[in-house]
């Protein structure tokens, strides 16, 4: 079972694509701050982050810019997976190595599980 850390503080989000990513057969783990997004990361080595960027009292690209310099976990693969769209972010994200900017409002739950399928190989 493929497994994917979800960073994400929204409680309808979390149990929407926990429901899906079940059906799908895909394992969903939560971290909804920067500590455990790390810690799980480090510990559990998922194998693709779908990362929101706004976050309660943290911004998402720094997660992914500590992320990306950690040796232990910089070549998991990285989906950025929000609704705050500009030009500067979508850049910031490319720059730190996301494999994709993601819009929630534009992307169903079942184009999310196709897109990580074809990642990681499910």
Known sequence: M?????????????????????????????????????????????DLILLDLLLRHEN??????????DEKISKIPVLVFTNYDTKEYRERAAKLGAQEYIIKAQTTPSEIVKKIKKIVGA
Do not use: C, S, T
């Open 60 to 69: 998402g690209l720094d997660i992914l810019e500590k992320m990306k310099q």
């Open 2 to 46: 493929k497994r994917i850390l979800f960073v994400e503080d929204d409680p309808d989000q979390i149990f929407m694509y926990n429901a899906k990513f079940e059906l799908e057969g895909l394992l969903l783990m939560v971290a909804d701050n920067e500590r455990d997004a790390l810690k799980f990361a480090r510990i559990e080595n998922p």
